[in-house]
């Protein structure tokens, strides 16, 4: 029989070993934040979700609404979630109440084991006196919160213990940077880019959408286990208008982050290797690659809809085709690619060029933005589960 001491010193083994070999997998991903207008997201995907989640409740009249937060990160958006889906369904809820025994609410709030649960967590009292404050009819009806750490392309929940699963802006994000980025002898293919750019070979373009198709039927496959008959999901995430990948949105806006990298290769500072192995795992998708797939895949039905931009820079709520200060703009639209992927290229370009990437990062959007006002293109989708 294994002693306890031994048992416990395996146990603390085995973590190491995890640990090490989680952070080498999934290391580029681990600390994705906030960066790029989420607040303003799900502000606008609030009708979409609230329409779909009273619908879940009012056919289902489940005793206890489970309700997912798929990638929710440790801002405060993650709360946003939870207060827009309570004030959603609570009136209608408690106007059942006089014929219903009182249901009850769990949210599950899911992200990389390497998100920081606990802030969440602490701030959970705070959130909670907030809500039944702004929310009268809430009361004291009792809703509970949890943690569900790992990743939504692995399976997170018991089958069919699920009615509504909530994502946004976090299924742009790829399992992994796509394999055949780099041909067989280990050469990478997308020299000078980090994503899809114009002037990247044909097969880069393919391999991202590849990666896409088998991420996302994998992520609806396991979905569909989890989620009840009847239950929907709704996602929000970063797309692209145009069906020619070349010419997608996101391709200038990253285009212009190469283009700040491959100045320090210029200059000597970083070594071409080093940009030229490195691509993100990001995918936009068009809207018809999202339908096709969700088609084949063939669990869920595409109800509903919804493309909208917003502007690379957050605090310009302008729609016009220009910006009035394209210096500020860029500055700001900088500040939020900051956010959302300095951890990602700090571990592996350096902290030391952090700043100077980012101050010549905002001096090429301010110039693109003088010649053309390009915007981020965002889905939002709501699928029944057939
Ligand atoms: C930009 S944040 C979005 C946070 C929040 N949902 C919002 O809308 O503000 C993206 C989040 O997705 C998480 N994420 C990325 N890939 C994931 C995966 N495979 N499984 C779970 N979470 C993932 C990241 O860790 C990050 O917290």
């Given amino acids: 029989m294994v002693s306890a001491k031994t048992w416990k010193r395996e146990f603390i083994r085995e973590q190491e070993e995890e640990e090490v070999a989680m952070k080498v997998e999934v290391e580029e ?20 979700v609230e329409k779909s989640i009273s619908e879940v ?6 005793q206890n609404l489970v309700i997912v937060d798929l990638g929710c990160s440790s801002g405060p958006t993650a709360f946003m979630v939870i207060s827009n889906i309570l004030s959603a369904i609570v009136p209608d809820l408690c106007h059942r109440l006089s014929h219903h025994r009182s249901p009850e609410i769990s949210f599950f709030l899911n992200d990389l084991p390497g998100n920081d649960f606990n802030t969440i967590f602490k701030s959970l009292t705070k959130l909670e006196k907030m809500v039944r ?4 009819e809430l009361k004291d009806l009792p809703y509970y919160v949890f943690g569900a750490p790992g990743s939504f392309y692995g399976k997170l929940f018991p089958r069919d213990s699920i009615h509504f699963t909530h994502s946004s802006y976090s299924l742009h994000w790829l399992s992994q940077v796509p394999q055949s980025l780099q ?3 280990d050469t990478p293919i997308n020299c000078g880019n980090i994503y899809i750019a114009k002037d990247s070979p044909s097969g880069v ?4 959408l590849e990666q896409f198709q088998q991420d996302f039927s994998m992520f609806l496959k396991l979905r569909a286990e989890e989620i009840i ?14 069906l020619d990948p070349l010419r997608g949105e996101m391709t200038y806006l990253l285009e212009l982050l190469a283009e700040a990298l491959n100045s320090f290769v210029s200059e000597g500072l970083l070594e071409k290797e080093k940009v030229d192995q490195f691509n993100m795992p990001f995918y936009a998708p068009a809207m018809e690659e999202v339908r096709e797939i969700i088609m084949n895949q063939g669990s869920f039905n595409l109800h509903q809809e919804y493309i909208f931009e917003l502007n690379w820079d957050p605090h310009d709520s302008c729609d016009g085709e220009f910006v009035s200060d394209n210096k500020l703009s860029g500055e700001n639209a900088a500040k939020c690619v900051r956010a959302a992927l300095e951890p990602m290229l700090a571990s592996y370009f350096g902290e030391e060029i952090i700043d100077t990437l980012f101050s010549r990062y905002a001096e090429n959007v301010a110039k693109h933005l003088l010649k053309q006002k390009t915007k981020l293109v965002n889905f939002t989708i709501a699928l029944k589960k057939i």
């Fill in 29 to 48: 991903i681990l600390h994705m934040v906030g960066g790029l207008g989420e607040e303003q997201a799900i502000g606008k995907a609030k009708p979409i």
């Fill in 57 to 62: 409740y009012c056919t289902l009249l489940p």
């Fill in 133 to 136: 404050e702004e929310i009268k």
């Fill in 183 to 185: 041909d067989y002898e």
């Fill in 205 to 208: 373009s393919r391999s991202y």
């Fill in 229 to 242: 008959s009847g239950g929907q999901m709704v996602l929000t995430f970063l797309g692209r208008t145009n």
